[in-house]
């Protein structure tokens, strides 16, 4: 069952009407709603995302576990939390973009947890910049024997994704919409064209950093931009690709695969002329060079 603003529990309203007095929004029921939407949007994206590696939810982790975690409190800020180690642990506060009086990220070596950690409690540490957090809403940390290394490695990983998302989220809910082969060098082309056009070479090159500026900025915009006989380049949205727990075949080890955030990443489509062309090109005339990328 989707969860709505309504079924929120009355501690969790409270505590984001008074959030929504230490943003810029005015205080009103829309804005209310708002954050409330976003909220619930990122305690969506936890779930999904440790639920992807193979993470559980407990009630509660004793300061003398060993264990890894991850947190989210009733504001929507993250608490990565490393392995205890008798240096401490290490931690990351990262908090929602929308507070005023919170800083966005805040990274700390080492410190430790200054008592046990429950759900809907405050957690404290004992040293760092972070004294004290909101309550927490969730607690998440790595089934059965996960060793130390993957367990970190998986915090991060979620931790990474969750940030990117929660950006997005809130730029989504609050930020108004509106807003060549390798013999044919730079050099040898600009003295071919300034002399069959009787420019100099600094001219022909200031023509030449123009038209690849002005290609650049209609990529950029969202254009498709034409390259002549050649074809067009524009920007495609690749979708996040989170962070997900396999096992693999050989070993039976599972391991984690790297999350990654939505992006934009430039695209090109060749014509059709130069694609027959390139069918009619006979390989023993020249040497191509490999596709190193492997795409």
């Known amino acids: 069952m989707e969860e709505t603003i309504n079924s929120l529990p009355e501690n969790i309203k409270v505590h984001l009407r008074s959030i929504t007095k230490t943003t810029e929004l005015p205080d009103t029921e829309e804005s209310f709603n708002k954050i409330a939407i976003n909220w619930i949007k990122k305690k969506s994206m936890f779930e999904d995302q440790i639920k992807s590696l193979d993470m559980e939810e407990v009630d509660n982790l004793s300061k003398d576990d060993r264990k890894a975690a991850l947190l989210l409190t009733y504001s929507g800020s993250l608490i990565s939390m490393g392995c205890k180690r008798d240096a401490g642990r290490w931690i990351e506060y990262v908090s929602i973009k929308l507070r005023k009086d919170v800083p966005d990220v805040v990274p700390v070596s080492q410190t430790n947890l200054a008592g046990d950690i429950r759900i809907d409690k405050e957690v404290e540490f004992m040293s760092g910049p972070i004294k ?5 809403l969730k607690i998440a940390i790595c089934r059965g024997d996960v060793n130390d290394i993957e367990q970190e490695k998986r915090i991060r990983e979620a931790a990474i994704f969750l940030t990117n998302g929660f950006t997005k989220t809130n730029r989504i809910t609050f930020i108004k919409s509106g807003e060549v082969p390798e013999h044919i060098t730079r050099k040898s082309i600009l003295r071919y064209l300034a002399s069959k056009h009787s420019l100099t070479q600094k001219l022909m090159g200031q023509i030449i950093e123009d038209y690849h500026l002005l290609l ?39 391991m984690t695969v ?22 009619l090109l006979k390989l023993e005339t020249f040497e191509l060079k490999d596709d190193e990328s492997g795409e």
Request: net charge positive; charged share 30%.
């Open 258 to 279: 790297q999350a990654k955030p939505e992006m934009y990443v430039p695209k090109i489509v060749f014509s059709k002329g130069i694609k027959e062309k390139a069918k």
């Open 132 to 136: 004290k957090t909101s309550s927490l």
């Open 216 to 254: 650049e900025s209609g990529l950029l915009l969202g254009d498709r931009v034409p390259l002549g006989s050649i074809g067009k380049i524009f920007i495609k949205k690749r979708a996040a690709q989170k962070a997900r727990v396999i096992t693999n075949p050989a070993t039976g080890e599972k």
